[in-house]
């Protein structure tokens, strides 16, 4: 038998598959050693969509259901995921507000809402599912829908957290308490 062959592929499989199982043989009568340089993590800058934004997009949207929910987003600042499986059973009329559980942490909120939101809601269902498209589609498809919207319309550097954002925001400048802040959040 001869000496056995080292190719790229058994070198470089290691370092491209890191959990795959591997047959690589270190490469014979070369001194060097493989040093693996990774690029630092760069994230994107964060910002909340602003109302002018918002506006623009909801006089944009000819979908019914996507505008109610992106107005529904705009006031209560919950995540993309626990406003698209909002219920109707869940608004409570009497008291002005709406009440579901964190989809991410399974925490329960409860949202006092303001008449403009209420007049959101009148709109939808009363029962079942107030978004019946947007709950079965996948976050990320969610994420790739609005930010298209955006694209069209010429709005750069939004996402749909940035709603959460822009909630936040408000709240702060209404000086609301840290407590009040964060249950509303529904962080």
């Known amino acids: 038998m001869g000496k056995p062959s ?3 592929s058994t070198v470089l499989a290691p370092v491209h598959y890191p959990s795959r199982p591997s047959r690589a043989r270190p490469l014979h009568g070369c001194g060097r050693k493989l040093v ?3 690029a630092p993590v760069r994230f994107k800058e964060k910002r909340a969509i ?3 934004e918002h506006q623009k997009i909801f006089a944009a949207e000819r979908n019914p259901e996507r505008k109610a929910y992106y107005q529904l987003c705009w006031h209560l600042g919950a995540s993309q995921g626990d406003i698209a499986n909002l219920k109707g059973e869940d608004v409570d009329w009497q008291n002005g507000t709406e009440s579901f559980v964190r989809k991410k942490r399974g925490v329960p909120v409860i949202v006092h809402l303001g008449s403009e939101a209420l007049n959101v809601f009148k709109d939808l269902p009363s029962e ?3 978004f019946p498209y947007l709950s079965s589609v996948r976050a990320g498809d969610r994420a790739t829908e609005f ?3 955006c694209r ?4 750069f550097g939004v996402t ?3 709603y959460r954002y822009a909630w936040a925001e408000r709240a702060k400048d209404h000086r609301l308490s840290r407590t009040l802040r ?3 959040f529904g962080t």
């Open 6 to 8: 080292t190719n790229s």
């Open 36 to 38: 693996l340089i990774w």
């Open 50 to 52: 602003t109302l002018e």
């Open 128 to 130: 079942g599912l107030l």
């Open 147 to 149: 930010w298209q919207r």
């Open 152 to 155: 069209h319309l010429g709005i």
């Open 160 to 162: 749909l957290h940035s």
């Open 182 to 184: 964060t249950g509303g």
